[in-house]
Nanobody
């Protein structure tokens, strides 16, 4: 599975961005997908994950209530809609895929990683 994240950029506090992740592979609907982020000088942290069917979603504290993960299995795409952005959301955002259909918040759980897309939020 190869992953290509896009959609990052500069946003103002309170604004929105939508990140996209394109995945290769014929079994995309069988793979849980997730988003992580890594701020400068900090460890990579979990943001959200979605099951292969899209029926189960889970969010971490920072994104809860502001971020929304979704997927389009017909297009092999997963998205992260980020609203009410804050300067502390500034980070490189990575999409990840698991071999199984259910996700996990642990970084070590994920099998495939994209290259990351930079999100910068100005105050």
């Amino acid at each position: 599975v190869q992953l290509q994240a896009s959609g990052g950029g500069l946003a103002q506090a309170g604004g929105s961005l939508r990140l996209s992740c394109a995945a290769s592979g014929r079994t995309f609907s069988s793979n849980a997908m997730g988003w992580f982020r890594q701020a400068p000088g900090k460890a990579r942290e979990f943001v959200a994950h979605i099951s292969g069917s899209g029926g189960t979603k889970y969010y971490s504290g920072p994104g809860t209530g502001r971020f929304s993960i979704s997927r389009d299995n017909a297009k092999n795409m997963v998205y992260l809609q980020m609203n009410s952005l804050k300067p502390e959301d500034t980070a490189v955002y990575y999409c990840a895929a698991a071999k199984g259909s259910l996700g996990d918040s642990s970084r070590s759980f994920w099998d495939y990683w994209g290259q990351g897309t930079l999100v910068t939020v100005s105050s």
